[in-house]
T-cell receptor, first 113, second 114 residues
Framework: IAGITQAPTSQILAAGRRMTLRCTQD?????MYWYRQDLGLGLRLIHY???????GKGEVPDGYSVSRANTDDFPLTLASAVPSQTSVYFC????????????FGQGTRLTVV | KQEVTQIPAALSVPEGENLVLNCSFT??????LQWFRQDPGKGLTSLLL?????REQTSGRLNASLDKSSGRSTLYIAASQPGDSATYLC?????????????FGKGTLLTVNP
């Protein structure tokens, strides 16, 4: 059982470059989320999707975009990376948007130089 | 705005000791509360989920309690082991407009010494 798969595991990216972080889940969960984790700031929600075809902005959406073309995939795109986007990015999913348990991927460590 | 606080930020205990990690939140209108474990350089592993209507949940040596009215949850770890060393995070789920999100505390770094 794979659960949530994120790729790449880590990446060093030049500032100004475009980058897509991939997230795939095999649990048929309706809701998916992207968080970033930074030292001293904890985990913050970037974007979310309650169901395929819908997306919404979280706490820190600027500089990021997402799409949800199907149930399984929820890619996160940085259109033009900046050093402040250096972080560890986690994708998560839950069966529904509400009262259900959330599961996390192993993370993508991104360094923007 | 919901704020989640975890105290202490770090805790070091000898093996075999029972311990309690604390989590407090400012908005009591939560749907559920979830405790996670995070090992260094790894993702989050779900430990326990407490629904808003529940007072506690147990899994093995772990017991989590929830007191919505006071905005508090505790994670009790019995007979701690070195393998329990990790960062423990609590998160509350609440409505945000018509949507839902998890708001996380910053975690408690637990070290269990052999």
């Amino acid at each position: 059982i794979a659960g949530i798969t994120q790729a790449p595991t880590s990446q060093i990216l030049a500032a100004g470059r475009r980058m897509t972080l991939r997230c795939t889940q095999d649990m048929r969960h309706n809701a998916m989320y992207w968080y970033r984790q930074d030292l001293g700031l904890g985990l913050r929600l970037i974007h979310y999707s309650n169901t395929a075809g819908t997306t919404g902005k979280g706490e820190v959406p600027d500089g990021y975009s997402v799409s949800r073309a199907n149930t399984d995939d929820f890619p996160l795109t940085l259109a033009s990376a900046v050093p402040s986007q250096t972080s560890v990015y986690f994708c998560a999913s839950s069966e529904g948007a509400g009262n259900t348990e959330a599961f996390f991927g192993q993370g993508t460590r991104l360094t923007v130089v | 705005k919901q704020e989640v606080t975890q105290i202490p930020a770090a805790l070091s205990v000898p093996e075999g000791e029972n311990l309690v990690l604390n989590c407090s939140f400012t908005d009591s209108a939560i749907y559920n509360l979830q405790w996670f474990r995070q090992d260094p350089g790894k993702g989050l592993t779900s430990l326990l989920l407490i629904q808003s209507s529940q007072r506690e949940q147990t899994s093995g040596r772990l017991n989590a309690s929830l007191d919505k009215s006071s905005g508090r949850s505790t994670l009790y770890i019995a007979a701690s082991q070195p393998g329990d060393s990790a960062t423990y995070l609590c998160a509350v789920r609440l409505t945000w407009g018509s949507n839902y999100k998890l708001t996380f505390g910053k975690g408690t770094l637990l070290t269990v010494n052999p």
